[in-house]
């Protein structure tokens, strides 16, 4: 991966609400290649809705979003960015195979192949098994494979470490680590403590913004 | 990958999920196939009055055949968060639903116009209003998928969306229906039916066009 240096996403002076309810406002901060951000706070403190207002899912209230300088709707943001969520995404009625192939169908491809990024996500062997057949966990793996075959900038992880043992949760980390060190960026919300080392983090606690 | 590939990647998915999901999909089809063969049975044994009810018979049980299965169109996408994918592809989304919609009529409207011969037949449509009962449901089929397509996008974060769809849809298909049952009925009397054709032709053209665009709008304001 070999992006440009001066990729950057910014954030200013965001504010969003919901159902009469003030999430947070006033929120700004910027992310560089190599960065990881955790974003932190208690339930219904807006960590999702702030993920869904990034991706483009959800308005803001107020406030704008940069990508290279550029307002995220004029810029190439949605080539560049990967989010899994909540739902994984993936379709239980066809194979694991079948959906990476789907995925890989509506973006660039990264560098790991199909089954590459099976074995790294300790998935080896299950491409003719259908989703709906893998445990909670395994999808999750399904859709962490997804952010490797495809060659995504920023990725926008919402609680990534649901229903993953501790070994998975290694294998994220580990994802994050080698992701960031290549000039990725990182978007994640967890309530696990995370190890982390030796990475550019930056948190928010989302509570304080108001 | 282009922009083509992923038009034809996602029929092929759709496709293929209507395949392993092959009894829910034939579920509207068979709905057809019911109400138009009990048709004779509550009306009794009256051939004149049977074929003369034909084409809006027909008509009708397409109709809603089509309403029927049109909340699968964005459902399942919606709930397992594929829909969120799409809206993030950087491709345009107005030709990824296009390519959603082209799914669906293939998998509900292409049947429909391979059994309705036959059922006209059962009803005794005349035969030489066979050619036209297929012309209208080759044109208007795909209609009542497009304009159904942007009630599904509409409705498909509401819980229980189901009455306001057809509340929404149901009005934007009459006119589809007194076409396309008009012409059958003048072909079965021998009368021309180039005006009611060109008709749905031009309304065929006309939501191919137009409704994409809307439908991904409607989406993108479900998945907030």
């Given at each position: 991966?070999?992006h440009?240096?001066q990729?950057?996403?910014e954030?200013?002076?965001l504010s969003?609400?919901?159902?009469?309810r003030?999430l947070f406002?006033?929120?700004?901060?910027?992310?560089?290649?190599g960065?990881?951000?955790?974003?932190?706070g208690?339930?219904?403190s807006?960590k999702?809705?702030?993920?869904?207002?990034?991706c483009?899912?959800?308005?803001?209230?107020?406030?704008?979003?940069?990508?290279?300088?550029?307002?995220?709707?004029?810029?190439?943001?949605?080539?560049?960015?990967?989010?899994v969520?909540?739902?994984d995404?993936?379709?239980?009625e066809?194979?694991?195979?079948?959906?990476?192939r789907?995925?890989?169908?509506?973006?660039?491809?990264?560098?790991?192949?199909?089954?590459?990024?099976l074995?790294?996500?300790?998935?080896?062997?299950?491409?003719?098994n259908?989703?709906?057949?893998l445990?909670?966990?395994?999808?999750?793996r399904?859709?962490?494979a997804?952010?490797?075959?495809?060659?995504?900038?920023?990725?926008?992880?919402d609680?990534?470490?649901?229903s993953l043992d501790?070994?998975?949760?290694?294998?994220?980390?580990?994802l994050?680590y080698e992701?960031?060190?290549?000039?990725?960026?990182v978007?994640l919300?967890?309530?696990?403590?995370?190890s982390?080392?030796?990475?550019?983090l930056?948190?928010i606690?989302?509570?304080?913004?108001? | 990958m282009s922009?083509t590939?992923a038009f034809?990647a996602?029929i092929?998915?759709?496709?293929?999920?209507?395949?392993r999901?092959?009894a829910?999909m034939?579920?509207?089809?068979?709905f057809?196939?019911?109400?138009?063969?009990?048709?004779?049975l509550?009306?009794?044994?009256?051939?004149?009055?049977?074929?003369?009810?034909?084409?809006?018979?027909?008509?009708v049980?397409?109709?809603l055949?089509?309403?029927?299965?049109?909340?699968?169109?964005?459902?399942?996408?919606f709930?397992?968060g594929?829909?969120e994918?799409l809206?993030?592809?950087p491709h345009s989304l107005s030709?990824?639903?296009l390519?959603?919609i082209?799914?669906?009529?293939l998998?509900?409207?292409?049947?429909?116009?391979?059994?309705?011969?036959?059922?006209a037949?059962?009803?005794?449509?005349?035969e030489?209003?066979?050619?036209t009962?297929?012309?209208?449901?080759?044109?208007?089929t795909p209609?009542l998928?497009?304009?159904g397509a942007?009630g599904?996008?509409l409705t498909?974060?509401?819980?229980?969306?189901?009455?306001?769809l057809s509340?929404?849809?149901?009005?934007?298909?009459i006119?589809?229906?007194?076409?396309?049952?008009?012409?059958v009925?003048?072909?079965?009397?021998?009368?021309?039916?180039t005006?009611?054709?060109?008709?749905?032709?031009?309304?065929?053209l006309?939501s191919?066009?137009?409704?994409p665009?809307p439908t991904?709008?409607?989406?993108?304001?479900?998945?907030?």
């Amino acid at each position: 991966m070999e992006h440009l240096p001066q990729i950057k996403l910014e954030v200013a002076d965001l504010s969003c609400s919901r159902d009469d309810r003030l999430l947070f406002s006033g929120l700004n901060f910027s992310l560089s290649p190599g960065q990881v951000l955790l974003l932190e706070g208690s339930n219904g403190s807006g960590k999702t809705t702030l993920l869904r207002v990034l991706c483009g899912f959800r308005e803001a209230d107020d406030g704008q979003i940069f990508w290279s300088g550029q307002p995220i709707t004029e810029s190439t943001f949605f080539a560049d960015t990967a989010y899994v969520g909540h739902a994984d995404g993936t379709k239980k009625e066809l194979t694991v195979a079948e959906n990476l192939r789907f995925a890989l169908a509506l973006s660039r491809s990264g560098k790991y192949s199909i089954e590459a990024a099976l074995e790294k996500v300790q998935l080896a062997g299950y491409d003719d098994n259908l989703v709906q057949t893998l445990s909670a966990g395994q999808k999750r793996r399904v859709s962490l494979a997804r952010l490797l075959i495809t060659d995504k900038i920023l990725w926008i992880l919402d609680e990534p470490f649901t229903s993953l043992d501790r070994q998975g949760i290694t294998l994220i980390e580990n994802l994050i680590y080698e992701h960031v060190k290549q000039g990725g960026m990182v978007i994640l919300t967890s309530h696990h403590d995370l190890s982390l080392p030796q990475m550019n983090l930056q948190r928010i606690h989302l509570d304080s913004c108001h | 990958m282009s922009l083509t590939q992923a038009f034809w990647a996602i029929i092929r998915r759709d496709l293929l999920l209507a395949f392993r999901r092959r009894a829910e999909m034939a579920n509207p089809l068979l709905f057809f196939v019911m109400v138009v063969t009990l048709f004779p049975l509550a009306v009794g044994a009256q051939p004149n009055l049977l074929q003369t009810m034909a084409p809006g018979v027909i008509w009708v049980s397409a109709l809603l055949a089509a309403l029927l299965s049109l909340d699968g169109l964005f459902r399942s996408d919606f709930e397992d968060g594929s829909l969120e994918q799409l809206l993030l592809s950087p491709h345009s989304l107005s030709i990824l639903v296009l390519g959603k919609i082209v799914a669906h009529w293939l998998v509900t409207g292409l049947p429909l116009l391979l059994i309705a011969p036959l059922l006209a037949l059962f009803l005794g449509l005349p035969e030489r209003a066979m050619p036209t009962l297929w012309l209208t449901l080759i044109l208007a089929t795909p209609v009542l998928s497009l304009i159904g397509a942007i009630g599904v996008a509409l409705t498909v974060g509401l819980r229980r969306g189901g009455m306001i769809l057809s509340l929404l849809v149901l009005p934007l298909y009459i006119p589809v229906l007194i076409f396309a049952s008009n012409a059958v009925d003048r072909a079965a009397s021998g009368l021309p039916v180039t005006a009611q054709i060109n008709i749905l032709l031009s309304m065929f053209l006309l939501s191919l066009v137009l409704t994409p665009l809307p439908t991904a709008a409607a989406l993108k304001m479900s998945v907030n």
